[in-house]
């Protein structure tokens, strides 16, 4: 970026986001829409990310030590309060997908002393590893933490030799003291748009999807372009009337008086009504205002 | 400041008994020079001890970082959530060591506190020492430390900057003029100090002292020019010893974790650097006092005022500590009450009542004129209070990562493993190192300023 | 002519790479062209310029689908291979398959980790002085040949494999009719022959088709359909049109140990581990004094189910005794419904009893017909899989030990470690004088045998797989290599096998200079029956391609069947035996199945679903059952049976019967690759001797153990943090069924 550019873009760099209608006329605005009512928690997604972006196995001794390098996790939890109240799990368990939010506004963004982590104009969290000096800063803000920090040189142990055959020449195989993290699969959305760019048109919806989306056995991760409002994708943000420049849903305020703090501390939540549409975006009151809606989960109470 | 201490100060006087003299102001101007350069003659064998002692903990630091520099920063047991550990909660305990040199140097010396006058040379020493220590520690937690300079808005081909709205940026620019104008600001002090050096130095001690003495003739005109740039740098160095500490308090601040995102925490910073470093500056007082037999100028009132001023730190400490715990408790944020429940509550627990018992209560040993006149207590009790910063430092950043936003990643097991502790034993080294090389190669009491202090005393008291 | 398979000779001269990505490659661009919605080889030869003239039909950076088969289990999921460069980088479903619809599961995914393993056998080993040394084929196979003619090492001469379909099921079938071999035993370690024969008792075919989508309710006795059930693909799939169906599907599990399935259910049932039956009986009761019900069984069935009432099956099963009519109410308002039953309630000495139980269920419901289905008409009859079974095994081991086994060929599958202790399967195997095994990994089999040979991987092989009990028509999944062979010495157990026949029938074999060439003709003779006006050579490409070859067919009804009441009996309740008060639970993970996938590293770090633990074994109790102990979690316990004990880290887990102790299968390997060995335990080893009482398969969930606490405690390698709840934040929130309209969402696009 040259001094010129910079002055005169300058208001374009210095946009404030999220803004209302942000995406209107970009081509794309990449988004998620899972659902936790389809999601069996069968780790296929995860799967189906070590294979597509060359996800190091970190072995037990560094699994143990909290060095994980999963971007995609498949979280189980017993019960929503802070305590434990059935003796068994009558309604099951409860499975969240939880990998980078992709927000709108994120913290770990502006905490980046070096801008390895900015925003694509795709609307993309972006990772730049050249970039990245490793001061995990961007991890240490991250309320959903999703990022995974480069703690050992993984290549030198994680594919013995022929493992190594099997990396995908497309995503870059991280070194010691860089962080990472979930990427929408961008080498996909890269390949796909760069393919509709020579035959001059957009991506099409369904044409490029992540590689958990793909392999999603019971198609409860939906992945698309939000800023074609043909997209399946941004119909199911639009039924389930989720504004992504919203850090509160109207639909929230109409149905939910304010809950006190107590109540949220507890777990019990907003009153109940009648009938309630299912999408929310976790943590949306820390205005992240992430990418991904989920759709919650359903159980039915007549047994 | 100052005013404060006046006022404590004369409460004592009208008490009990007649103000003891900061300095026996008869004091010879001679005697001065021949007890200041005596702390530069060959070393006792004790010190030659301690030295190599420090040389070899700053040995360990050193092969603990080249052993996580080639392995990469696993070995430290870093981790997620974990990724700070104990380098960043050391970095901000060196960092607020720093404040106190510019605490006696430059405010008091533009409040006319002349008691600092003897004291305020090693303090400025340790303010510029504890910034390199700080600074190791910058490199140290980085996981590409061969790209530091990424943080550093430098003209490239590219026309890529640094993240200006990173408080990492701020910090690095912070903590770099802080640096530079510390050890300008200890330099330029010394000039004089430096002559007299030179006038009785022979051999390439003489060509030494000569090179750094700049020429300094004592002639009206230096000393006016001096004058006048001294209280300039001192000027400058004051909002930027603010402003250090309050960016290393916006790294946390700025970011929007429970337990961290709290607009007190600049001022909370601030007033907890000046607390440990008023504590270390009593600590290194009675090493030095003891060991280079100055107990003619560190005297007892002096070190009574130093506890004073401590004492009413850590007053302000307390009550911005308070504040948070308030304002959390009695606060809408559910997030930030959890953090501080689990701070009080959870595995880290002994070390947030030991920080707190050791923060607020243990000073109040200050506010006794028997305890503070009394040499070994005051010793000990100024190496808790740093220890008990030390812990705050801790408590700020680790709970926040165990016990964060998102429970899944909450963890209930994190220590620092033996890497992280011997770099953080190193970095005890290398400071210590440092500075007994200074005390040995420069004079730690300030001659001029001592006699201008006599001189000054002597002229009011007629 | 384009030659591909390993002969003997073929190996010596190597393929010609230029023939092998003609070959695939002509398969590919058809399915690219089809449908995968990613790049094709015409666009990418225009965009890229390379320095290198590329090999034909490679065109550096653009990777190409070529279709297949998933191997992994024995769903037979079609799979496409994104192959760059002549490698193959990552494994998606086939859209074309009617099982995986473009879907894939984490074990289907970790594959190709099997692939590229770094334990690969590649030379032939041959074991001398106790040790394996390498050796050659010509060797190898000139022992193996003395196998086919009668020797005086001993009478029967056995052919030991895993379950098999499609053509290679065929070979293996046409070995003791040649006389190659006097038998071939299939065998399962985690078999549903009970299911089979209480299938065949009762609905008269051993595999019923059960529509999951076409019911109101699904009502499952611990049939892990979603997690390690027999096609969790498909079934997964049907599971998402279940619930987005426009009366949302209910889902009632119950089962001693929460499942995946389980872990999904609108209400999970926790029940007395080989109770199932009697609370399946008490269901009946229920529904037979509604009058839409009562004319559907027998008057001695009803009153075979007349004992049990609300209180008697409440205090055997433990399952709260309101909860019956409840379960029976919705079973009735949510028609149609599903009965299934999984492997939870087969493994018991009384686990056909069970079955039938829980099968009558779906009578008593008239289930047959409209959500309980018989697969349709198979157009070829002998490609049907063999699914195994323990009983032959058993009868195998009983002939081993008395030496009456002279030979052992052994091919997928490891019953040195998936059998127990009592069985002394290693030390019977020692009795037999020659036994060879085809391998990709030395495993615990192959270390006792005196000949292994290395196996290509299966996306280095052709073959053909059918699946059981299809629902969507009728499918023959074709498998073949996705790229070249990366060790020149694996060869293709087909070729073997076919070998060993033209030694023993020239006459019949001597045509098919390969495996390939016999695969082929084969397929290219079954045309007719698919796509009768093509050119051979067209119709072959085009199968390849298409990676299956699909035949639309309707589902077939249930014959009905009279049965006696006799097949439901429940034994009387077994008293507590005081010295092993808890039942084991030896529990099947979806992604290690019987541990022929613990050794890819992509599934060891996956964690297990419930738990979230890595790379380990463990022990889940109840946490009344821990407290009651005294154990805290990490606390090493010995579990300890009749027949042995295993160390397992205790993990607490409300999901399970606080009268059972689970650990899961598939760890424990002492050979088995890099990743596998060393890592856990292995529950098989400590099971008792107890048997289905009408089959005679092993009961899996039947031995009682001791736990004892020791001193150890361990941390968990797992996911999960330092809490298992979400704290009050809305991470998963849930909603009410009726709270919510899916009808008034955007129609959910389901594969």
Known sequence: MSLDNLISNWSKLRVRRPQVDQYKDSPYKWAMVIDLDSCTGCNACTTACYAENNLPVVGKKRFLEGQAMHWLRIERYWGEGEESTQEFPEQGAAFLPMMCQQCESAPCEIVCPVGATHHTPDGLNSQVYNRCIGSRYCSANCPYKVRYFNWYNYPESAWPSPLELQLSPDVTVRSKGVMEKCTFCVQRLTEAKSKARTEKRNVQDGEVVTACAQACPTSAIHFGNIADSSSTVAKMWKAQQVELSADKQKKDMKHEKMPAASEVASGVGASVEAEKLRGYRVFEELRTYPSVVYLERIRSGEV | ?462 | MIRFGMTANSVASGVNRRDFLNLVGLGGTASVLAGCGNTSIESGVELVQSYVQPETFVVPGVGVYYASTCTQCGSACGIMGKVREGRILKLEGNPQSAISGGKICGLGQAGIQGHYSPDRLKTPMLKENGVLKATTWEKAMSLLSGTVSFTAQGPRRVVLTGPTSGHLQILLKAMPQSGAATDHVVYDSLSTAVAASVNLKMFGVEQTVGLIDKAGLVLSFGNDFLGAGDSPVAAARQYARFRKAERRGILIQIEPKMTLTGANADRWVVIAPGTEGVLALGLVRELLQRKEFANNLSPNLIAAVEPYNQTEVSHITGVRGDLIPRIAATLWEHSPSLVLAGRYPQGHAHGSHNMAAIALLNVVLQNQGKTLWREAELPFPQMAPALGNFKSLRQLNTQMAAGDVGSMLIYGTNPVYSTPDFMRFADNLQKVPFKAAWVTELDETAMHCDLVLPLMSPLEDFGTHVAAAQSDGMEISIQQPLMEKLHPEARSFGDSLLELLKQAKPESYKSFPDYYAYLKSAVVNAKPAFDPKVEDEEFWENTLSAGVLRRPAALLPLPAIEFSADLVRQPLRESRDAAYPFVLIPAVRPSMRDGKAANLSWLQESPDPLTTVVWDSWAEIHPSTAKQLQVNEGDVLVIKSAQGSIRAKAYLIPGIHPGSVAVPIGQGHESYGRYATNVGVNPFKILDPIFDEETGELALYATRVAIMKTDQNERFTKDEGATNLQQGRKLVATLAADQVDLAKETPFVIR
């Open chain 2, 1 to 462: 400041m100052s005013t404060v201490v006046e006022e404590l100060d004369s409460i004592g006087e009208r008490r009990f008994e007649p103000k003891a003299k900061d300095i026996n102001e008869d004091i010879a101007w001679a005697k001065i020079n021949t007890d200041v350069l005596r702390s530069l003659e060959r070393p006792r064998p004790i010190f030659w001890v301690i030295f190599l002692s420090a040389v070899a903990l700053f040995g360990v630091g050193v092969a603990c970082e080249i052993y996580q520099y080639k392995t990469g920063l696993g070995v430290a047991e870093l981790r997620n959530p974990h990724v700070w550990g104990l380098y960043i909660s050391t970095f901000i305990f060196w960092i607020g060591m720093s404040h106190s040199g510019t605490l006696l140097s430059a405010i008091l010396h533009i409040m006319h506190a002349d008691w600092r006058k003897p004291i305020y040379r090693f303090a400025e020493a340790m303010t510029t020492f504890s910034l390199m220590t700080a600074g190791l520690f910058v490199l140290v937690h980085l996981g590409r430390v061969w790209q530091f300079y990424y943080v550093v808005a430098y003209p490239n081909e590219r026309w890529t900057w640094p993240n200006f709205s990173s408080p990492l940026v701020w910090d690095a620019t912070a903590i770099g003029s802080y640096l530079t104008t510390s050890v300008i600001f200890l330099y330029f002090g010394m000039i004089p100090d430096l002559a007299i050096c030179r006038d009785s130095a022979t051999g390439f001690r003489r060509t030494f002292y000569r090179l750094l003495s700049v020429g300094w003739q004592g002639t009206d005109r230096q000393w006016s020019n001096f004058r006048i740039t001294y209280l300039t740098i001192a000027c400058l160095l004051i909002p930027l010893a603010v402003s250090v500490h309050s960016i290393v308090a916006t790294d946390f601040a700025v970011s929007q974790q429970p337990g961290w995102h709290t607009t007190s925490f600049p001022p909370y910073f601030v007033a907890g650097a000046l607390y440990s470093g008023c504590a270390a500056i009593i600590t290194l007082f009675i090493i030095l006092r003891h060991t280079f037999r100055f107990e003619e100028y560190m005297t007892i009132p002096i070190l009574e005022k130093l506890c004073k001023l401590t004492f009413a730190i850590s007053m302000v400490w307390t009550y911005l500590n308070l504040i948070e715990y308030a304002s959390t408790w009695y606060g809408t944020d559910v997030y930030a009450k959890q953090a501080l429940i689990y701070r009080a509550t959870g595995i880290y627990r002994y070390w947030w009542w030991a920080m707190n018992f050791l923060g607020s209560v243990v000073p109040f040993a200050l506010a006794f004129k028997a305890l503070r006149t009394h040499v070994p207590t005051m010793m000990v009790v100024s190496l808790l209070l740093n220890l008990g910063m030390w812990i705050e430092r801790f408590m700020i950043v680790t709970p926040t990562f165990a016990h964060g936003y998102y429970p899944w990643t909450w963890s209930d097991v994190w220590w620092p493993n033996w890497i992280q502790i011997g770099i953080v034993a190193g970095s005890f080294g290398w400071f210590t190192l440092l500075f007994m090389l200074f005390c040995k190669i420069f004079p730690s009491v300030s001659m001029y300023e001592v006699k201008e202090m006599v001189y000054h005393r002597i002229r009011a008291r007629k």
